[in-house]
């Protein structure tokens, strides 16, 4: 069955502290999608990878393909940063599978 | 370069009733799926639209129904509205999901819908 997990479900963390968001799924893919979601409901794409490490100011995002797993990393954590976090992939097929998403709550 | 606009931003509707919810894409992309989001839950698939057909359908009933335009915009249908639609309805464009590895998607910001 094809399935995404991530971990932790909630995280809730100090301003400032370095945040690490996990997602693995269960069958070779091609490319994963880490996508924040803020309250209120719009998504936006942050990363899509399928190799290695991206990098965009504070949010770095890494893959390792044949451990099926993915991490999300932020630096120096903000208030601002507080939104679900997702991972998604589309296994060989049309439709996204969304991982369960990560609640991150950076308390000031 | 536009994004993805969705409309309306929020719904009410009386269950029984009929709905349609809109969803432009993204200059250059040619495909647009749609998703719902239950309170709490993660998105998911109801079918995506690739150059006015349907390329795929997740496990919803015949009442939820799309179209899409010529200019690759489209429209979320459901007829006989019940409680358990109430959900936030994502749309997504791209190019064709093969080609959504490498150009990725752009999201909307949602149609909030409740039922009542």
């Known amino acids: 069955k094809n399935e995404v997990e991530q971990s932790p479900q909630n995280l809730t963390a100090q301003e400032g502290e370095f945040i690490t968001i996990n997602c693995s799924y269960s069958v070779g893919i091609s490319a994963l999608h880490w996508l924040q979601q803020h309250p209120g409901g719009g998504i936006v794409s942050l990363f899509m990878?399928?190799?290695g490490k991206k990098k965009h100011g504070r949010l770095i995002a890494t893959i390792n393909i044949q451990e099926k797993h993915s991490s999300l990393h932020i630096t120096a954590s903000h208030p601002r940063d507080s939104a679900v976090y997702i991972c998604a992939t589309n296994f060989g097929n049309e439709k996204l599978t969304f991982g369960t998403g990560t609640r991150l709550t950076i308390i000031p | 370069e536009t994004g993805v606009t969705q409309s309306p931003t929020h719904l009410i509707k009386t269950r029984g009733q009929q709905v349609t919810l809109r969803c432009s894409s993204q200059?250059?992309?040619?495909?647009v799926s749609w998703y719902q989001q239950a309170l709490g839950q993660g998105p998911q698939f109801i079918f995506q639209?690739?150059?006015?057909?349907?390329?795929g359908r997740g496990n919803f009933p015949p009442r939820f129904s799309g179209l899409q335009f010529p200019n690759y915009s489209s429209e979320l249908n459901v007829n006989a509205l019940e409680l358990d639609d109430s959900a936030l309805y994502l749309c997504?464009?791209?190019?064709?999901?093969?080609?959504?590895?490498?150009?990725?998607?752009?999201f909307g910001s949602g149609t909030r819908l409740t039922v009542v």
């Open positions: 639209y690739y150059r006015e057909e349907e390329n």
């Open positions: 997504a464009s791209s190019l064709t999901w093969t080609e959504s590895y490498a150009y990725g998607y752009t």
């Open positions: 200059s250059g992309h040619n495909t």
């Open positions: 990878l399928s190799s």
